[in-house]
């Protein structure tokens, strides 16, 4: 990325509270180039309320958020959001394919009808994610790992710039999670950026290309290889570290 372009997110003293605690505190940031980053940290680190603030879902007392050189309202159909499952109204009467055509909507119009096209298209998302087999299906009687799939095939239908994903690895199989993170590669790979939070340390070294590790603040940012090392784990997690096992922790090679 030259000097001239502006990266895809920059965000400089973010500070969010809740009920006048603070959840966030004077976290800065900025990711240079496309690729896939993980926000990291113990619970009630704040790295859900980070992605949040970034998109103005949750309101920040104090900061500056840029994605692209511009306000996050500025360039809303560059960003696409995968909320945790747990947000979702999973007895929603709608189906994958409905889900996933849902993507489309930024594109085509709030209350233009889809066309057959548009519903094709929409296949075409399911299919990239492994299920447009089950393209009739109510969201609610799919599998958790089902349901993260459609989730993403709605968030590929909105042919964004950047991604922000909150846990979209969690709760999901082996073999939904290589196929998700296969998914992830391809949007790298097509030159854009996937910003996730995500809990499993053992994993960070092998999917992701940079980090941001949060608790509370920021306690260090950067390329996976120089950022995410024992001494910024200890930081980060402090005792609790302990109670992961080494394996969570990055070898040397990493």
């Keep these: 990325m030259s000097a001239a ?7 400089e003293g973010l500070t969010v509270a809740y009920d006048r605690r603070p959840v966030l505190w004077d976290v ?8 896939l980053a993980a926000v990291v940290g113990p619970n009630g680190a704040g790295k859900s309320t ?6 103005g879902i949750v309101p920040a007392l104090a900061g500056r958020v840029s994605l692209f050189g511009q306000p996050p309202a500025a360039v809303r159909r560059r960003v696409a959001y995968l909320p945790q499952r747990e947000s979702v109204d999973w007895d929603f009467p709608a189906s994958a394919l409905d889900v996933a055509a849902m993507g489309l909507y930024g594109r085509v119009g709030l209350f233009r ?4 096209r548009h519903r094709e298209a929409a296949l075409g998302y399911l299919d990239r994610v492994g299920m447009a087999g089950l393209a009739d299906r109510q969201i609610g009687q799919l ?6 799939r459609v989730f993403l095939a709605r968030a590929l239908a909105q042919e964004a710039d950047i991604f922000f994903m909150d846990e979209p690895l969690a709760g999901v ?3 939904t999670e290589a196929a998700l993170i296969e998914v992830l590669r391809a949007i790298r790979g097509s030159g854009r950026a996937v910003v996730a939070v995500h809990h499993d340390l053992r994993s960070v070294p092998d ?7 949060l608790n509370v603040e920021r306690v260090a940012a950067g390329p996976v290889a120089s950022a995410f090392t024992d001494e910024t784990l ?3 997690f402090g005792g609790r570290l302990e109670t992961l096992g080494p394996a969570a922790r990055p070898t040397a090679a990493a």
Aim: contains cysteine; charged residues 25%; proline residues 9%.
């Design 5 to 11: 372009t502006p990266p895809p997110l920059s965000v």
């Design 28 to 35: 800065s940031w900025t990711l240079s180039r496309p690729c």
């Design 50 to 55: 980070f992605v949040k603030a970034v998109l």
């Design 113 to 116: 009808r889809l066309t057959r």
């Design 143 to 148: 599998s958790g790992g089902q349901q993260q």
């Design 173 to 175: 199989d082996k073999t």
């Design 207 to 213: 999917y992701f290309d940079e980090v941001l590790m």
């Design 234 to 236: 200890r930081r980060t």
